[in-house]
């Protein structure tokens, strides 16, 4: 099974400034016949259910901000936020698609500094 | 609207049953895979099960495997996930969640989720 481990635990950022979560994989979700990182990151705030951020890696999930991206390929990804805002304050995971069982990762929380 | 809406969650004692269901509108449901996923009180999101658009193909975590069962009725719109022989560590909001892309796309991401249901296993 695939494991995903993200880091850091937990985040506190300025407002206005850069935040990045890293997510690792234990294996590659890199598909080969298609070239796709089999690799999403969601966003919960407290209450609700996660929100669908980023899929394929990198590809930005309608209505999504675009001060979210998503980088990386392989083993290695990233998820930054361009310039914090106040609305940001949640946890991050990260989830691999490749095949089942899908896991995800332990959550980052992101607070303001 | 497009949601799903999950219920039949509530206090059970160790050893027992509940059957949780998964109501979908304002999408073809029946052209979806969809997913159980759940979340321990403070705890991070673990996958539970899956199913295809017509039942045939169907997997589960380790820790539910032959204790918890997936099931659709794709004339009703719903998902159910029948869970046997309860455990504390079951205690958890359960939540379902469609895939991102229809058939014959199988392995997706989460684009929809439910608010989800709470399950409490407990004497």
């Known amino acids: 099974d695939i494991v995903m481990t993200q880091s850091p635990d937990s985040l506190a950022v300025s407002l206005g400034e850069r935040a990045t979560i890293n997510c690792k994989s234990s294996?590659?979700?890199?598909?080969?016949?298609?070239?796709?990182?089999?690799l999403a990151w969601y966003q919960q705030k407290p209450g609700q259910p996660p929100k669908l951020l980023i899929y394929?890696?990198?590809t930005r999930e309608s209505g999504v901000p675009d001060r979210f991206s998503g980088s990386g390929s392989g083993t290695d990804f990233t998820l930054t936020i361009s310039s914090l805002q106040a609305e940001d304050v949640a946890v991050y995971y990260c989830?691999?698609?490749?095949?089942?069982?899908?896991?995800f990762g332990q959550g980052t929380k992101l607070e303001i500094k | 609207e497009v949601q799903l809406v999950e219920s039949g969650g509530g206090l059970v004692q160790p050893g027992g049953s509940l059957r949780l269901s998964c109501a979908a509108s304002?999408?073809?449901?029946?052209?979806?895979?969809m997913h159980w996923v759940r979340q321990a009180p403070g705890k991070g999101l673990v996958w539970v099960s899956r199913?295809?658009?017509?039942?045939?193909?169907?997997n589960y975590a380790d820790s539910v495997k032959g204790r918890f069962t997936i099931s659709r009725d794709n004339a009703k719109n719903t998902l159910y996930l029948q869970m046997n022989s309860l455990r504390a560590e079951d205690t958890a909001v359960y939540y379902c969640?469609?895939?991102?892309?229809?058939?014959?796309?199988?392995?997706?991401?989460?684009?929809?989720w439910g608010r989800g249901t709470l399950v409490t296993v407990s004497s």
């Open positions: 394929w890696a990198s």
């Open positions: 989830q691999h698609y490749y095949t089942a069982p899908y896991s």
């Open positions: 304002g999408f073809t449901f029946s052209s979806y895979w």
């Open positions: 199913i295809n658009s017509d039942g045939s193909r169907i």
């Open positions: 969640a469609r895939v991102g892309e229809v058939v014959p796309a199988n392995d997706r991401y989460f684009d929809l």
């Open positions: 294996q590659s979700v890199l598909y080969s016949s298609n070239n796709k990182n089999y």
